[in-house]
């Protein structure tokens, strides 16, 4: 039950990613640069830093090269390359979680920080969670209602849930 509660976690951060992409593909250039105080940046430019990070995240967890994406360019990518990124993350992501590796084995992360690959997993999808609130943040403070990403409707999406909208 563990491994598919974990699996569960790290498929509605995937989701979540992919859905706040969809919606952000239909707003304009200039709404893709909104922003508001105390997040991150701008929509497009925290999307891409969710996005970047993960993959910086599964390159801690896998070594070898990083992606391509995976290292912040200095111009923010298209919309579509993001969504490119985010299923290349998802898909690596649950790659590495299937390998039988031992979790709390010392990661050195670029920054010179020992960690052990549970809190890297932890990370991985927290980070992306707290930057989609900054995202919700931005949409809330223009009058703008974003889509619902909480577990509740990524559990209906799913068909696993019935659970009542927020």
Known sequence: MTDLMLLRAIRHNSWANLEM?????KMSASQLEWTASGVYG????TLQHILTAEAGYLHSL???EL???GRPPET??????????ARSNAERIEK??????????????PSGAI???TIIVT????HGSDHRAHIGTILGAHSVEGPNLDAWAFGRAIGVSTAALR
Do not use: W
């Not at 701008?42 to 430019?45: D, E, N, P, Q, V």
């Open 96 to 109: 590495v979680l299937a390998n039988e590796t031992d979790p709390d084995r010392k990661i050195t992360r």
């Open 76 to 85: 923010l990518m298209p919309l579509d390359r993001l969504a490119d990124l």
């Open 123 to 126: 990370q991985y999808i927290h």
């Open 42 to 45: 701008t929509i497009h430019a």
């Open 62 to 64: 896998t070594g070898g």
């Open 67 to 69: 992606p391509p994406g």
């Open 115 to 117: 960690v052990p690959g």
């Open 21 to 25: 992409l969809a919606f952000c593909s």
